[in-house]
């Protein structure tokens, strides 16, 4: 069974830090695109990161642009966003996802782009 699981959410003050992991089980996406939404609560699910899957090229959304990193290590099959200067609008479920192709130098930025998702982990941040 293909599976994403992401952790590392929780409770933060403004301005503090969080690093939330996705990790994969079941088949590797070492060498698949892979990106991470988040959907606040009354919200649509919105994009935040997305990386190669080599990790040469990242992109992000302009309200995370310079507090957030992606990152992956692929011996791991994991994924990471790094998240600093958080802000209570950044309190959202945050949600790791998988594109299908592979070796893809391609960056994904649409929710229906991606073909795997993970369960979501909730970050919620205090003022």
């Known amino acids: 069974q293909v599976r994403l699981v992401e952790s590392g959410g929780g409770l933060v003050q403004a301005g503090g830090s969080l690093r939330l992991s996705c990790a994969a089980s079941?088949?590797?996406?070492?060498?698949?695109?892979m990106g991470w939404f988040r959907q606040a609560p009354g919200k649509e699910r919105e994009f935040v990161a997305a990386?190669?899957?080599?990790?040469?090229?990242?992109t992000y959304a302009d309200s995370v642009k310079g507090r957030f990193t992606i990152s992956r290590d692929n011996t791991k099959n994991t994924v990471y966003l790094q998240m600093n200067i958080l802000k209570p609008e950044d309190t959202a479920v945050y949600f790791c996802?998988?594109?299908?192709?592979?070796?893809?130098?391609?960056?994904?930025?649409?929710?229906?782009?991606?073909?795997?998702w993970g369960q979501g982990t909730q970050v919620t941040v205090s003022s």
């Open positions: 996802a998988a594109h299908r192709s592979i070796y893809s130098t391609d960056i994904y930025v649409q929710e229906n782009e991606y073909d795997y």
């Open positions: 990386i190669t899957w080599s990790g040469a090229r990242t």
């Open positions: 079941g088949r590797t996406f070492s060498t698949n695109p």
